[in-house]
């Protein structure tokens, strides 16, 4: 274990520097990530997820913002185990019947203001599931959505970017 | 008919050739069949229904060969399998759900995959509207001082839905009950009617972090179905892509195993590797899951020189970084505390499931479909079938590591030795109805594909079975005895797949 330690403080972190504003469906939204990070410093923001009806593979990548390469906890945004410490709920998957009750009481448990991403193709209508018995459509069929962020699933990267700006979008509404 | 030998006739070179060859057999045959499951000589593979009929696919261990038995369900039910055969359990009732098909005899006819949400019931069959939610019925549990602690559907981390329900007395769980289902997409009715890309598209999203898996038995069913030949580089191709995915979830899960275990070192370490793995997989084949990369017929993206570097240097680095990773879960008492002898799989018990992938082999069942039932490359290539007697959490971690050690030789090899050539082909035209079978080691055990063709080369129906379904129901026995705070580690160890079995 000392092995890994002394590593830990000799070796040049993994840690990449963060998404630049690169990407123009997301700055369509209005909101420029370049002052997202200077206004963010001090500020902070609790997410929920919840799989809707995912394959996992959104999940999947999800998870891996957690690792040394994305490290997402530097930029104040934080995965909680309870929607009653939330501020944003990232909901994946196309929304299935057998889920949708359990989507709405995630998202009713959560203190005001709260924010909505929906995650992956499938969040947004379906997805290629759309049009089944099975499933009520998109998120938006059941939450009414603050930012999407497509991809099948969306890489690390293309998440760190929507969570950033959403941190953007809630600094300037509070 | 009642000779195990009779009812498994077919070998894997010929079901991996051609159609599928699927005997139509009367309800004493079926019995038949099921009096021998039961006695242990065979082990299911599937079960499945479609309208008019259900199919089982059986396999002989001992002799490596496969049968498929279809029996006649126009009367809405057919003699149960589950009756005695507790792994068939859960099939028969998602196909009571879906088609109103009832097994005769069945031990517990309680709904599965239905919630009574869907608005309709037997979406597959003769569909009616749906009742009106009703309380699900778990078993009565009865005992002095017992409490229950219900959890999920939304579960505390970033892991896919399902529902939880412990009975414990003290701190010791006595027993768990599961409840699935709350992904369950309807794949199988989108299935009904699509063209094979289609087809393709949603096996792939059957459950993510197995695509390649998926996406290859589907392939491979297909190909079956209309005898077409895949170019050898693309076969190896697929080989590459598919101990890829292997390791980005040994290792991704090894690490996960452990913080389980409050150890997020390992984690942090593992999770580097895995993104070196997703990494390399998106610049060779440009997905970092490889999703859409196996396609019937062949594979999307050929393996470039830049490719074949990155993926020697992977294979490098793991080979330089691992043995000290494994060496440290080794050597810490803390970790070793809270694995050895937790969540112990009884190998009788993952023989009489017929549980696949490392779940089975760390509890001394033998079987990998990339030897047993071979597909190319597979034939070609060496390599050992790692397996374990103990069955704890340690043991499927230490599976998971001889994996790895697999996994990386395979690749090895697949680099030294793929062929030129072409990546993909056109498949044949369908002009007759026809079946055919895929079946794919994937990194959490076989992935079965049976897939139905109409005579337009549509298809009429499309049978996914995960692993998961013959795994989940052993975590209810695994638990049992252990106390509540082990579950997180014990399911860890299995990771069972949701959206496998919810479809
Ligand atoms: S968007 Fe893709 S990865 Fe995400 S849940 Fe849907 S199919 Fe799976």
Not at chain 1, 109 to 127: E, F, N, Q, T, Y
Request: aromatic share 6%.
């Amino acid at each position: 274990m000392r092995k890994f330690l002394i590593e830990g403080l000799t070796r040049r972190p993994l840690t990449e520097a963060g998404p630049e504003p690169a990407d123009p469906a997301l700055e369509d939204q209005g909101l420029s990530l370049r002052t997202t990070l200077k206004q963010r410093l001090g500020r902070s923001l609790s997410i929920r997820q919840v799989d809707a009806g995912s394959c996992n593979g959104c999940e999947l990548e999800i998870n891996a913002l957690g690792n040394p390469f994305y490290d997402l906890e530097r930029f104040g945004l934080r995965f909680v185990a309870s929607p009653r410490h939330a501020d944003v709920l990232t909901v994946t998957g196309p929304v299935t019947k057998n889920m949708a009750e359990a989507l709405q009481r995630t998202y009713d448990a959560m203190p005001d203001p709260k924010w909505v991403l929906s995650v992956g193709d499938c969040a947004r209508g379906g997805g290629c599931f759309a049009g089944s018995y099975a499933i009520v459509g998109g998120v938006d069929a059941v939450l009414a959505v603050d930012l999407h962020i497509p991809g099948c699933p969306p890489a690390p990267v293309e998440l760190l970017k929507g969570l950033l700006t959403i941190l953007e979008s809630a600094s300037a509404r509070i | 008919m009642s000779e195990t030998s009779d009812l498994t006739t077919t070998t894997a070179p010929e079901f991996r050739s051609g159609p599928t060859v699927t005997h139509k057999v009367s309800r004493t045959v079926w019995s038949g069949a099921v009096e021998t499951l039961g006695q242990g000589q065979l082990t299911l593979l599937s079960l499945w229904a479609s309208p008019s009929a259900v199919t089982m696919a059986l396999l002989d261990e001992a002799t490596k060969r496969i049968g498929i038995l279809r029996v006649d369900a126009r009367r809405q039910s057919f003699p149960s399998v589950g009756r005695l055969y507790p792994a068939a359990q859960r099939l028969e009732r998602s196909i009571t759900d879906l088609y109103g098909i009832g097994p005769e005899g069945g031990p517990d006819l309680r709904p599965w995959l239905d919630h009574a949400r869907w608005g309709v019931t037997h979406p597959m069959g003769a569909t009616k509207a749906g009742d009106a939610p009703v309380t699900y019925a778990f078993l009565p549990v009865e005992g002095e001082s017992l409490h229950q602690v219900a959890v999920g559907p939304v579960h505390a981390g970033i892991i896919e839905p399902g529902h939880f329900r412990f009975t414990v007395q003290g701190e010791t769980v006595v027993r768990l009950e599961q409840r699935l289902g709350y992904t369950h997409k309807g794949t199988d009715s989108l299935m009904t009617g699509a063209t094979i890309a289609r087809g393709a598209e949603l096996a792939g999203r059957t459950s993510g972090d197995s695509t390649v898996a998926y996406a290859w038995a589907f392939a491979q069913a297909v190909e079956a179905a209309l005898a077409t030949h895949v170019p050898q580089r693309a076969i190896w191709l697929r080989a590459l892509m598919a101990e890829l995915e292997r390791l980005a979830n040994h290792l991704g899960d090894i690490g996960a195993i452990c913080n389980d275990a409050a150890f997020g070192m390992m984690l942090a370490q593992c999770s580097v590797l895995r993104e070196r793995v997703l990494r390399t997989s998106d610049l060779c084949f440009g997905h970092r899951m490889m999703r859409d990369c196996v396609v019937p017929g062949g594979v999307s993206h050929d393996l470039e020189g830049a490719g074949r570097v990155a993926v020697a240097a992977l294979v490098k680095e793991i080979r330089g970084t691992f043995p000290s990773l494994v060496a440290l879960y080794d050597s810490v008492a803390s970790l070793q505390d809270r694995t050895v002898s937790t969540g112990i799989l009884d190998p009788a018990l993952a023989k009489r499931f017929g549980a696949g992938g490392f779940v089975g082999r760390a509890s001394g069942r033998d079987f990998d479909t990339r030897r047993d039932l071979a597909y190319a490359p597979y034939d070609k290539l060496k390599f050992k079938v790692p397996q374990r007697s103990e069955g704890d959490v340690n043991a499927r971690v230490w599976q998971r590591i001889d994996e790895v050690e697999q996994s990386l030789s395979l690749i090895d090899q697949i680099l030294a030795g793929i062929p030129e050539g072409l990546i993909a082909t056109s498949l044949a035209a369908a002009k007759t109805s026809r079946e055919g079978l895929g079946l794919v080691e994937g990194f959490r055990g076989d992935v079965l594909i049976f897939v139905a063709l109409d005579n337009r080369g549509k298809i009429a129906r499309c049978h996914m079975r995960d692993p998961s379904w013959f795994q989940w129901p052993l975590l209810e026995a695994v638990i049992e005895g252990n106390i509540l705070a082990d579950f997180p580690l014990c399911n860890k160890s299995f990771n069972c797949s949701y959206s496998g079995q919810d479809l």
